[in-house]
T-cell receptor
Framework: AQKVTQAQTEISVVEKEDVTLDCVYE???????LFWYKQPPSGELVFLIR??????QNEISGRYSWNFQKSTSSFNFTITASQVVDSAVYFC??????????FGAGTQVVVTP | DAGITQSPRYKITETGRQVTLMCHQT?????MFWYRQDLGHGLRLIYY???????DKGEVPDGYVVSRSKTENFPLTLESATRSQTSVYFC?????????????????FGPGTRLTVT
């Protein structure tokens, strides 16, 4: 069975602080994909990143960075110098050999000015 | 407009009524999905479709029916709505990846339909 755990329900920060969102996953598959999605207050789901299980390189995209550690089954997401526009719910998701996406429960990020 | 659309965006219905949520995508993606989003549960898969006339159950299929006669459309029907089906429903689509299992490609989501069953 596959499982994605986002233990942090809500994180509140002040603008310009860094925030790290934790994602821990479980799967028996050797090949799988991990994703992060953002859901702003407007409600749509925005794709942020896809990472396959063979690529453990960390990735940086502007103020966003992702740390994939296969040894600890984690795929953490950091927002550097947070801004009010980063306020959203962030979902981590896992896609294994059966092709379907398993979502975590989400982490609400609140950035105050 | 290109992309994935859902209609209606908001719907209020009564217990016991049948309601159909529509999903349309213009990318000719092979795969389409229906999720429901409830507080504390993230998104849970209801049904998915690998191609026209091919559908399969997801995590929470009870009380729902789907069909896919055309690649671009994937309607979701609640045959007899219940209050527990009050939720936000998202449709998504993706390309077919390796071995036709949509393994590789990310899913793109529609704007969602907020359904309230009274």
């Amino acid at each position: 069975a596959q499982k994605v755990t986002q233990a942090q329900t809500e994180i509140s920060v002040v603008e310009k602080e860094d925030v790290t969102l934790d994602c821990v996953y479980e799967t028996r598959d050797t090949t799988y994909y991990l994703f992060w999605y953002k859901q702003p207050p407007s409600g749509e789901l925005v794709f942020l990143i896809r990472r396959n299980s063979f690529d453990e390189q960390n990735e940086i995209s502007g103020r966003y960075s992702w740390n994939f550690q296969k040894s600890t089954s984690s795929f953490n997401f950091t927002i550097t110098a947070s801004q009010v526009v980063d306020s959203a719910v962030y979902f981590c998701a896992l896609k294994g050999s059966w092709g379907k996406l398993q979502f975590g429960a989400g982490t609400q990020v609140v950035v105050t000015p | 407009d290109a992309g994935i659309t859902q209609s209606p965006r908001y719907k209020i219905t009564e217990t016991g009524r049948q309601v159909t949520l529509m999903c349309h995508q213009t990318w000719s993606h092979s795969y389409m999905f229906w999720y429901r989003q409830d507080l504390g549960h993230g998104l849970r898969l209801i049904y998915y479709s690998a191609a026209a006339d091919i559908t399969d159950k997801g995590e929470v299929p009870d009380g729902y029916v789907v069909s896919r006669s055309k690649t671009e459309n994937f309607p979701l029907t609640l045959e007899s709505a219940t209050r527990s089906q009050t939720s936000v429903y998202f449709c998504a689509s993706s390309e077919s990846g390796s071995w036709g299992k949509s393994k590789d490609y990310e899913q793109y989501f529609g704007p969602g339909t907020r359904l309230t069953v009274t």
